[in-house]
């Protein structure tokens, strides 16, 4: 393990404890409106891998509309949270994004939300993330773009790292910044657009 896969666990197992009350005050609208847009993408028969679920909140929702879902994150303490919740649909495992277990094409629909601005290698994290699709599936990402956020937002953004520390990896990027890391890993975006305007946040859909 390197020292920075190291940093993010000790960082994220410690903030599992308070992540949920922290969405709930912070993003609760933003969060109400992901899940309903994760889950028009979901299909029945669909096996899907959720990329840095934390505590499960959309793998959880996911799994109301397929049997095959699968969340993983690097924290063991987000999937314990997690893995309390399920009754084994979803399965929770621990798990690297940059480097995923899992072979090629085992996925029809990826899905990450808020992971891409915190991974130390999101181009490395994004080539995984499609390897592990099947040919035509979808990988449909959520992700703050806190390099559009106006000063007020950025403002109110360093007053949580304040009380709650600042990930060892996390990154203030612009939509088109998120719409190309798509780009470059050789996927087609179908759409791009920001679904939140406070903080400002992109929904894009993209096929291998
Ligand atoms: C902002 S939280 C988002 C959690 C969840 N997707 C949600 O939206 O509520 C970021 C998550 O990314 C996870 N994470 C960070 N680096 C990771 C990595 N390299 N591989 C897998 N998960 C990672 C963290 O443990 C944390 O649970």
Redesign the pocket.
Known sequence: MTDEMAR?KVY?NKMSSQYDQF?ETEYQGL?KRARKLFSQYVKRNHKVL??????G??ALTLSKKSKDITG????SK?IRIASSRSKGNPRFVV????ELDFKRGAFDLVTC???LH???DPAQ?MAEMRRVLTAGGKLVTVTFAFGDAVLGQKMHNWGLFMKYGMPPNWESYTGPEIRSMHYKAGLKILKAIYCWNDPPTVLIVARK
């Open positions: 993010e994220w969405v969060y959720d990329v840095a679920t934390g505590t909140k959309i993983l994150d690097i924290s987000m798990g690297d994004a940059h939300c808020n992971g915190v991974f130390r994290a």
